[in-house]
């Protein structure tokens, strides 16, 4: 059973910087992997034990697609898209975390996961969130305008965006 714990925390810690989970999402992974082996392993010597075997049976196969999903879509390389993002700003368009640095009237390509997205435009901070519930709010120093595949995104309104609908996309940051 040891085995299986250490084995269930590397996996889970794997697929949390695979997936870019944050500490605490990570954490409540790993939480609930071990709370479901121990409830497996300890159903034994339960009057019912059938009841908790079945339950944490199903929830520890949930858990191991939550946390082998990643590994094994990074090990068989996702299919990933290309997005041109067009700087029409007199001033460089940079997003440190993302590795973004678009001089003014530049493009950079970068390649991300074929997945559907939500973002969110707030003044001067983008937001995105994944299928899986990962956010990460990047602050871009001051208010711009986006446009995905020709499609302006609304400011304060959250927007799912389909990246595997296509195998290219194109983002155009305007400044006001």
Not at 21 to 40: K, N, Q, R
Not at 116 to 131: F, M, R
Not at 137 to 145: E, K, R
């Amino acid at each position: 059973m040891i085995f299986l714990l250490v084995l269930m925390v590397l996996a889970a810690g794997a697929a949390s910087i695979i997936s870019g989970w944050s500490l605490t999402t990570g954490g409540l992974v790993i939480g609930f992997l071990v709370l479901t082996i121990i409830l497996v392993a300890t159903s034994r010597k339960r009057a019912d034990r059938r009841f908790f075997r079945t339950v944490g049976a199903a929830t520890l196969g949930a858990s191991l697609v939550t946390v082998l999903y990643p590994i094994v879509a990074f090990a068989l390389n996702e299919p990933l898209v290309a997005v041109d993002i067009n700087n029409r700003c007199d001033q460089p368009f940079v997003v440190d975390n993302l590795g973004l640095d678009v001089s003014p009237g530049g493009t950079q390509t970068v390649q991300v996961p074929a997945v559907q997205v939500s973002v969110l435009i707030e003044e001067a901070k983008i937001s995105i969130e994944t299928g899986l519930g990962y956010r990460r709010t990047f602050d871009t120093g001051q208010p711009y305008t986006v446009d995905i595949d020709g499609q302006r995104l609304t400011p304060g309104r959250e927007e799912t965006i389909d990246l595997g609908s296509s195998d290219h996309h194109v983002v155009d940051v305007t400044c006001p």
